[in-house]
């Protein structure tokens, strides 16, 4: 598994169009076209799927989820993630710039306020109601049309209906929350998730980041507590974890190379914390991640 075996795609080779910042495609052409994509790949932009035909597996940032209609996966740049299908697949696939928002929204960080965009496996994958199912295809169904149609403000339409579609799917969420706990506390554990987005690499300590919220370290720890299950510095060190996954399955590093970039101070301590919080040791996790790729690899073989 070398670098060349991990790409990162932009969306310039994977589009077909002349736009440069966004892509609209039904699913099934797009897949025909980019059969390589089942293996394991990054991008640089944003991507999300609308599935309504189809079954199989998807892997995002090492976590599996089954493949069914209905559902949407929302992916943030810098992910890896890979998919297994069984049957006939189709639906809707949507490939987006950083910067397609840019001339559009006054705040630069405006798709962070989304839950489905903050790196979090499990609030990218998202089971869209029956009541709604209607109305979320007619967007993906606008979208495209919108996309391909030669007319005035063709593009800012598009981002409009975007923005709808997003906020529809984060208020399946936002309903889900309220019930919990207040919107200040949601605010805030959403803050946190952003500093150690920033910062996972310098700051590992809670009351680092508590002090960036102007909160107290025990405040901080149950909010994480509310919303995740877990301590408020587990969320740190789940993210730093994640962050060595994605590392590992470039060969071109060494584990000593990977634990100096994460800024541990040598490879038997970025070990022995790998180790705890996955189970096993980087070097393990390595070499079943080439195992899995070779099965799958192995397996689409035989079908095709």
């Not at 052409?29 to 035909?53: G, M, Q, R, S, T």
């Not at 209607?134 to 996309?147: A, I």
């Not at 970039?261 to 996790?285: H, I, R």
Request: net charge neutral; glycine share 4%.
């Amino acid at each position: 598994m070398t670098n060349k075996d991990i790409p990162i795609y932009t969306i310039d080779t994977l589009s077909l169009s002349k736009q440069k910042d966004i892509q609209i495609s039904r699913f099934a052409p797009y897949l025909a076209v980019h059969k390589n994509l089942h293996l394991a790949h990054k991008h640089d932009f944003y991507h999300l799927i609308l599935f309504l035909e189809g079954g199989g597996t998807h892997d995002i940032d090492f976590h599996t989820f089954p493949v069914r209609p209905y559902q949407i996966y929302f992916m943030i740049p810098g992910q890896v993630h890979s998919w297994s299908f069984e049957g006939h697949v189709d639906g809707y696939v949507i490939n987006f710039s950083g910067s397609f928002f840019h001339s559009f929204m006054v705040r630069s960080d405006f798709l962070s306020q989304f839950v489905f965009f903050n790196g979090i496996v499990n609030d990218s994958v998202v089971d869209i109601p029956e009541a709604i199912q209607s109305k979320v295809k007619q967007y993906f169904d606008d979208l495209l049309n919108e996309s391909t149609a030669d007319s005035t403000f063709g593009l800012d339409m598009v981002r409009a209906i975007l923005i709808q579609l997003f906020i529809t799917i984060n208020r399946l969420n936002d309903a889900e929350k309220s019930e919990q706990t207040s919107l200040h506390n949601y605010t805030i554990f959403k803050n946190f998730q952003k500093l150690i987005e920033l910062n996972y690499n310098t700051l590992r300590l809670p009351k680092e980041y508590a002090g960036k919220l102007f909160i107290t370290p025990n405040y901080l720890n149950a909010i994480c507590r509310q919303f995740m299950g877990v301590s408020s510095g587990e969320v740190i060190r789940i993210r730093i974890v994640m962050e060595a996954k994605r590392q590992l399955v470039n060969l071109d590093l060494t584990v000593a190379e990977i634990a100096y970039k994460l800024n541990f101070e040598d490879t038997s301590y970025f070990t022995k914390f790998f180790k705890k919080q996955a189970g096993v040791t980087p070097k393990e996790f390595r070499e079943a991640e080439i195992k899995r790729v070779k099965r799958v690899n192995s397996r689409l073989g035989s079908i095709t």
